[in-house]
């Protein structure tokens, strides 16, 4: 298992991973000129390659600036005593 002190890392990970697969298919699909299986999974596994380079450093950079976000927008609970 993975230490807990790479939390944030692990799950930039793993949501650029599926964040990328999941909108690299929609777009391959969408483009798509043919229904050739094989070149369907060809030309996503190359589209998925190429968001997932981009969707990896991007997540490292805005989730942070996201959590800012989120923290400011949200009110803090209020005591109900």
Do not use: D
Not at 4 to 22: E, P, T
Not at 25 to 33: D, E, G, K, P, W
Not at 35 to 41: D, K
């Amino acid at each position: 298992m993975i230490n807990a002190k790479h939390q944030r890392s692990v799950f930039a990970f793993f949501m650029a991973l599926f964040m990328s697969g999941a909108m690299s298919l929609v777009i391959s699909l969408i483009n798509l000129q043919s229904f050739n299986l094989m070149q369907i999974l060809s030309g996503w596994m190359h589209a998925w390659t190429v968001s997932f380079m981009l969707a990896l450093p991007a997540t490292f950079l805005i989730t942070p600036m996201v959590v800012r976000l989120v923290l400011y927008l949200l009110k803090p609970n209020e005591s109900i005593n």
